[in-house]
């Protein structure tokens, strides 16, 4: 089991930057992939930018050279580097680890509760 908790969000004006940090409790040995997805109000949960144990990153088209994902080798915490933040970014930020069970050969999924961006115009 993996416990993640978000922290950061805020308001923010066009144009500023913040910084989201996911703690990671539990079994952070076996985390592999971990990310950051948003979801705004009347929309589906979208990837942000994911990051791999190698420190490989991805990003969405729309926060491509705006966002930084980041994360240490003891894979806590996570950090996601938001510049030039637009009113199109407000949303809801989850933080998201993708463990492996290697005995069992099965892989799970773990999610924060969220933290709010909101970004006025």
């Known amino acids: 089991q993996v416990q993640l908790v978000e922290s950061g969000g805020g308001l923010v004006q066009t144009g500023g930057s913040l910084r989201l940090s996911c703690a990671a409790s539990?079994?952070?040995?076996?985390?592999?992939?971990m990310g950051w997805y948003r979801q705004g109000l009347g929309t589906q949960r979208e990837l942000v930018a994911t990051?791999?144990?190698?420190?490989?990153?991805n990003y969405a088209d729309s926060v491509k050279g705006r966002f930084t994902i980041s994360r240490d080798n003891a894979n806590n915490p996570m950090y996601l580097h938001m510049n030039s933040l637009k009113p199109e970014d407000t949303a809801v930020y989850y933080c998201?680890?993708?463990?492996?069970?290697?005995?069992?050969?099965?892989?799970?999924?773990?999610w924060g509760p969220g933290t709010q961006v909101t970004v006025s115009s």
């Open positions: 539990g079994a952070i040995f076996s985390i592999r992939t």
């Open positions: 990051i791999t144990t190698g420190g490989s990153p």
């Open positions: 998201y680890a993708e463990t492996v069970v290697v005995a069992l050969n099965k892989r799970f999924e773990y």
